[in-house]
């Protein structure tokens, strides 16, 4: 199985919440780390050092996707809070959908899901089964 990783996340959360936030959204994907393919978030993050550290650490490709490209992508979970500040209704499971070559919500195979480190940062992930 080939599955690209769509990620968004508060500014400096750590590394331990992006991991614990991938296990978890894997777990529910029924894939491994090994399946991964791409890390794929918003251009903003393209400083974000735990995405970059992440993406290292695995030898994963990270693509950057700008607002306008996100916000073209219809998502079944839009959040105003994400369009307010980030100029697009969603991050992770625009990005994934992108990276993947799936436009439609059937490639999605988690939606977006949340997790709240125990530091109080949040990071977002979604999981998507790559189109080739």
Do not use: F
């Not at 369009?83 to 436009?103: F, H, I, Q, R």
């Amino acid at each position: 199985m080939k599955l690209v990783l769509g990620m968004g996340c508060d500014r400096n959360t750590p590394l331990e919440t992006l991991e614990r936030a991938v296990a978890l959204a894997l777990q529910e994907a029924g894939g491994t780390l090994a399946d991964v393919q791409r890390l794929a978030t918003i251009e903003a993050k393209r400083d974000e050092l735990a995405l970059c550290q992440l993406a290292q650490k695995w030898g994963w490709p990270l693509d950057l996707h700008s607002a306008e490209a996100l916000a073209a992508v219809k998502v079944p979970n839009p959040s105003p809070v994400v369009l307010k500040y980030m100029g697009t209704p969603a991050v992770a499971e625009a990005a994934a959908l992108l990276s993947g070559g799936n436009p439609g919500w059937a490639a999605l195979l988690v939606e977006k899901r949340k997790h709240r480190g125990t530091d109080g940062k949040n990071a977002t992930v979604s999981v998507v089964r790559m189109a080739t």
